[in-house]
């Protein structure tokens, strides 16, 4: 996990340590599971209340926070390191 932050630190960005966790998403978790998903994306919601911008090399959250925070810049990291090339 220290590798994407090391690339991103290498581009300029401040990355704040931030409790990792599951957002609720986890394959297909979220289809079976609709509720509790919602209930595990709240706490990253409220962890990440005060993040411009979120960045994660994960598919799923990526797509469950997009879905679930329309307040926020949501990114891949492959997004980031593409938009840095251009």
Known sequence: ????????????????????????????????????SKDIVKDRIEEYKDIDIIVTSCPNCVFQFRTM??????FHIAEIIEESLN
């Open 69 to 74: 925070m329309k307040d926020k810049k949501i």
């Open 1 to 36: 996990k220290s590798e994407p932050r090391d690339i991103l630190n290498s581009m300029g960005l401040n990355i704040l340590k931030k409790k990792q966790g599951c957002c609720g998403f986890g394959g297909t978790f979220r289809l079976f599971y609709g509720e509790l």
